[in-house]
T-cell receptor, first 117, second 111 residues
């Protein structure tokens, strides 16, 4: 138990579907992240929220839409994905410093394994 | 852009042998973190190094940060089957707040 919970753990969707990934952290952290982990690739940072404000968007396609309603919850809305988007999507949180994210250790969730058909 | 490379990509060792993975950054880092990801699991934080030339130990694991703060290493003494997994370094460049993860080294320990 890491204190970061992701649902669903597994998701299969067609290219025309709309789905959402959910992440909740119980650690009192003020920064949350979405990472993408594909086979044979390093962890790719997708989005960073610090104090509920998006501070990083690494040129992610618009078919991925993040939402951070409060400091404990983070969503990743998925729409018209492509087969190459199949990957493990990891949520993480950390205690940022002076409003900056990523200044402490990252606590990862178990991940959501996404398969796009 | 900044890149963080790790070598080797894969390493198979006999149980009891030592193991080392190296992390090299294209830019000078302010600090570096190390994570371990077990097969089917998620990355788990191991340690953070901040000072030039810093060496930290955790039981059989020894972490080192280079003098120029552009490279780091993780050494495991007398590997055990529980050491199996992928080890990632993640570097932070001064003035930024974004850790860049390395490509990872997958360790397999043969009993």
């Amino acid at each position: 138990e890491t204190g970061v919970t992701q649902t669903p753990r597994h998701l299969v969707m067609g290219m025309t579907n709309k789905k959402s990934l959910k992440c909740e952290q119980h650690l009192g952290h003020n920064a949350m992240y979405w990472y993408k982990q594909s086979a044979k690739k390093p962890l790719e940072l997708m989005f960073v929220y610090s104090l509920e404000e998006r501070v990083e968007n690494n040129s992610v396609p618009s078919r991925f839409s993040p939402e951070c309603p409060n400091s404990s919850h983070l969503f990743l809305h998925l729409h018209t994905l492509q087969p190459e988007d199949s990957a493990l999507y990891l949520c993480a949180s950390s205690q940022g410093f002076r409003g900056h994210a990523n200044t402490g250790e990252l606590f990862f969730g178990e991940g959501s394994r996404l398969t796009v058909l | 852009g900044q890149q963080v490379m790790q070598i080797p990509q894969y390493q198979h060792v006999q149980e009891g042998e030592d193991f080392t993975t190296y992390c090299n950054s294209s830019t000078t880092l302010s600090n570096i973190q190390w994570y371990k990801q077990r097969p089917g699991g998620h990355p788990v934080f191991l340690i953070q190094l901040v000072k030039s030339g810093e060496v930290k130990k955790q039981k059989r694991l020894t972490f080192q940060f280079g003098e120029a703060k552009k490279n780091s290493s993780l050494h495991i003494t007398a590997t055990q089957t529980t050491d199996v997994g992928t080890y990632f370094c993640a570097g932070l460049t001064s003035g930024t707040y974004k850790y860049i993860f390395g490509t990872g080294t997958r360790l397999k320990v043969l009993a």
